[in-house]
C-alpha cells in the first residue's frame, strides 16, 4: 500500500508530521532556510563579483544549512528525508524592485548614495525574468552558480554522518528539481558524488544517500526512461508539472477566469485541487511505466498537492507510486485513503 510522507521545511514541521503518523519527509524545501537573517547571505552570494566572494558566501551558509539538517534528520531518525535542492529563481531573496528603487533615488537626492543598494539594484534588473516560473531555477541555478548545489549536497552528507557518528539512523534523499533532461541530472549527479565521497573519508563514515529528481515537466515525463539511468528515485512535483501541461500560472488563472471554466463545466473540478487524470495523469503513469522499464527497483513517489486529495491518492494508487506526501495536517486524510485504496485493489484481485 502507499506509504504517506510529509512536506515539512524543518525538524519543528517533522515533529509534528511524526505525530501525525508520517512516514517520512517526502519534500523538504530548502529555500526557506535562506530567509531571514541568512537573506543577507543569499545577496552577498547573488552581488559577488568574482570566485573568491562566490565560495566566501557559500562558506558562511554551509554550516547554517548543515545545522538544519542535523536537526531534521534528528527529528526523522530513522524515517527516509528527501530534501529539495534550491529550487525558485534567485531574484525571490532580493529586495522588491520598486522598493528598492524608491530608495535607492531617494539617497541620490540626498547626495547620499547607498553603494550597496545600488548593486542590489543592479543585481534586480539584472535578473528580472519575463517568466521566472520556467526560467532561471530548480537545475538550471546549481549549473550556472558554481558550488550553490555542491554546497547543499555537502550540508547534507556532513549532517548526516554527524548523525551516523552520533549513532543516529539519517536516511537522507537529494532530490534535483525541475531536470528536464538527463544530462543536467549527470552532471549534478557527478559532483554531488564526487562531494559525498570526500565527506565519507574525512568523517571514516559510509553514507547511502540516493540521488533522484523531480519530475515536473511535459519534457521529463515523456523521457523518464533516460532520466532513470541518473536517477534512484522520482517524485511528481503535481503542482508545477499541472501548470506547464495547462500551460496555467496557477496565481493568474485562479484569479482570472478559473471560476468561468467552472462555470462552463470546462472542469468539473480544479486540476490543482484533483489531479487530471487524461492529460497530467497519462504523463505520470507513462513516466511510472517508462522509469521502472529503465531501472525496476525505482522508488516513486508525489509532494504536490494532489498528495493529500482522497480521489488523486486512489489515482496514484492505481499507477504503482510508493508514496504520496502532502501537508502535516493532510496526513491522517491521505493515510486513510492510501488504506481503502489497498483494500479496494485487495478486494477487485480476488473476485
Not at 530534501?83 to 525571490?92: A, F, G, I, K, N
Not at 574525512?202 to 519534457?219: C, D, H, N, S, V
Amino acid at each position: 500500500r502507499l506509504r504517506v510522507r510529509a512536506n515539512a521545511d524543518n525538524a519543528e514541521d517533522a515533529l509534528r508530521a511524526r505525530r501525525f503518523g508520517a512516514q517520512g519527509i517526502g519534500l523538504c524545501r530548502t529555500e526557506h532556510m535562506f530567509l531571514g537573517d541568512r537573506r543577507e547571505l543569499v545577496e552577498r552570494l547573488i552581488l559577488a563579483d568574482t570566485e573568491a566572494e562566490r565560495e566566501e558566501s557559500l562558506k558562511a551558509l554551509l554550516p547554517l544549512q548543515k545545522q538544519d539538517f542535523v536537526e531534521l534528520f534528528s527529528a526523522m531518525d530513522g524515517l527516509p528525508v528527501t530534501v529539495r535542492l534550491l529550487d525558485p529563481p534567485l531574484h525571490e531573496f532580493l529586495p522588491d524592485i520598486t522598493e528598492l528603487s524608491v530608495r535607492v533615488a531617494l539617497a541620490e537626492s540626498r547626495k547620499d548614495p547607498h553603494e550597496n543598494e545600488l548593486r542590489l539594484l543592479q543585481a534586480v534588473h539584472r535578473l528580472h525574468e519575463q517568466n521566472p516560473m520556467l526560467g532561471l531555477r530548480g537545475v538550471r541555478l546549481g549549473l550556472v552558480i558554481p558550488g550553490l548545489f555542491t554546497m547543499q549536497v555537502r550540508a547534507i552528507a556532513e549532517a548526516a554522518a554527524e548523525r551516523k557518528n552520533a549513532k543516529g539512523d539519517p536516511r537522507a534523499e537529494i532530490m534535483i528539481p525541475l531536470v528536464g533532461t538527463v544530462q543536467e541530472l549527470e552532471i549534478v549527479r557527478e559532483e554531488a558524488d564526487q562531494v559525498i565521497a570526500e565527506v565519507e573519508a574525512a568523517t571514516g563514515t559510509q553514507l547511502k544517500l540516493a540521488i533522484g529528481t523531480m519530475i515536473e515537466l511535459p519534457r521529463a515525463a515523456l523521457t523518464a526512461g533516460q532520466i532513470a539511468e541518473a536517477a534512484e528515485f522520482f517524485s511528481f512535483g503535481t503542482n508545477d508539472l499541472t501548470q506547464t501541461v495547462w500551460g496555467f500560472s496557477r496565481d493568474d488563472v485562479e484569479a482570472s477566469f478559473f471560476t468561468a471554466y467552472l462555470e462552463k463545466g470546462i472542469f468539473g473540478v480544479s486540476p490543482f485541487e484533483t489531479i487530471d487524470k487524461d492529460g497530467v495523469g497519462s504523463l505520470v503513469a507513462a513516466a511510472v511505466k517508462a522509469g521502472r522499464e529503465t531501472r525496476p527497483d525505482l522508488k516513486l513517489g508525489v509532494c504536490g498537492e494532489h498528495g493529500g486529495d482522497p480521489e488523486s491518492v486512489h489515482f496514484f494508487h492505481e499507477v504503482g507510486l510508493d508514496y504520496v506526501s502532502c501537508s502535516p495536517f493532510r496526513i491522517p486524510v491521505a493515510r486513510l485513503e492510501a488504506g481503502r485504496a489497498a483494500t479496494q485493489s485487495a478486494g477487485s484481485d480476488h473476485r
